[in-house]
């Protein structure tokens, strides 16, 4: 059964192992989070044992058997069985049942989506999400990176356009003007998590900008014409 090791570190259960959740469970272990991993196909699990001696074959996702991995010591539980709408409705009330502390589910589906929020699931749609941030970044060539964590809650890496450099951070006033939200500055010399209104922007620097869906597209746009401009 599975146990938290350390105190101080965010333990993940990952049940699914197809593209999806194979990759994730991949890009956790190999930032060294302590994980679990479940799924039917014993090949998958065997081959995520080289990273995990927590990995399991689990071929019923029932809450007994959910309980006998010890994925309810788990800080987070990502559900990547969106192809099966029905098993992946069932094992995320199992795990919101048992008390997992979070609990997040893939969806294929608007439908599937607004049933896993209501289990009380934080919902990821990877197809989407994939088809917007691959939009933003044909979209402006200074958009270096994007991840969707919500439609409220995206994170994107911008390259500063040669219109901007020379300006502060408050005559930019990106909050008002766009609803995003400077988080972070990135330059050869270090990151500025601590941005100052007085700052004014470098030749290379890159800003790491929060906002909404709606908001990104307005940056995205904004950008766009301060590149041309």
């Given at each position: 059964?599975?146990?938290?090791?350390?105190?101080?570190?965010?333990?993940?259960?990952?049940?699914g192992?197809?593209?999806?959740?194979?990759?994730?469970?991949?890009?956790?272990?190999?930032?060294?989070?302590?994980?679990?991993?479940?799924?039917?196909?014993?090949e998958?699990?065997?081959?995520?044992r080289?990273?995990?001696?927590?990995?399991?074959?689990?071929?019923?996702?029932?809450?007994?058997?959910?309980?006998?991995?010890?994925?309810?010591?788990?800080?987070?539980a990502?559900?990547?069985?969106?192809?099966?709408?029905?098993?992946?409705?069932?094992?995320?009330?199992?795990?919101?049942?048992?008390?997992?502390?979070?609990?997040?589910?893939?969806?294929?589906?608007?439908?599937?989506?607004?049933?896993?929020?209501?289990?009380?699931?934080?919902v990821?749609?990877?197809?989407?999400?994939?088809a917007?941030?691959?939009?933003?970044?044909?979209?402006?060539?200074?958009?270096?990176d994007?991840v969707?964590?919500?439609?409220?809650?995206?994170?994107?890496?911008?390259?500063?356009?040669?219109?901007?450099?020379?300006?502060?951070?408050?005559?930019?006033?990106?909050?008002?003007k766009?609803?995003?939200?400077?988080?972070?500055?990135?330059?050869?010399?270090?990151?500025?998590?601590?941005?100052?209104?007085?700052?004014?922007?470098?030749?290379?620097?890159?800003?790491?900008?929060?906002?909404?869906?709606?908001?990104?597209?307005?940056?995205?746009?904004?950008?766009?014409?301060?590149?041309?401009?």
């Amino acid at each position: 059964m599975f146990g938290k090791q350390k105190k101080d570190s965010r333990t993940y259960g990952i049940i699914g192992l197809g593209r999806f959740g194979y990759a994730l469970a991949s890009e956790l272990a190999e930032a060294g989070a302590e994980l679990l991993v479940i799924d039917r196909d014993e090949e998958k699990v065997r081959e995520l044992r080289d990273v995990t001696e927590n990995a399991y074959v689990v071929k019923n996702l029932d809450k007994k058997s959910l309980l006998e991995t010890g994925i309810k010591n788990c800080d987070v539980a990502v559900v990547c069985i969106g192809e099966q709408m029905g098993t992946s409705i069932l094992t995320t009330l199992h795990l919101v049942s048992i008390g997992v502390p979070t609990v997040i589910a893939k969806a294929n589906s608007a439908e599937h989506g607004e049933i896993l929020e209501r289990l009380g699931a934080e919902v990821v749609y990877p197809e989407r999400d994939m088809a917007v941030r691959l939009a933003l970044r044909l979209e402006s060539s200074r958009i270096l990176d994007f991840v969707q964590l919500s439609k409220k809650i995206n994170i994107t890496k911008v390259a500063v356009p040669d219109s901007m450099v020379g300006q502060s951070i408050k005559s930019l006033n990106l909050r008002s003007k766009l609803g995003v939200n400077i988080i972070a500055i990135e330059n050869k010399e270090s990151v500025m998590e601590d941005v100052r209104p007085e700052y004014e922007l470098r030749q290379n620097d890159i800003l790491y900008i929060s906002g909404s869906e709606e908001g990104m597209l307005h940056l995205t746009d904004w950008i766009e014409k301060e590149k041309n401009s």
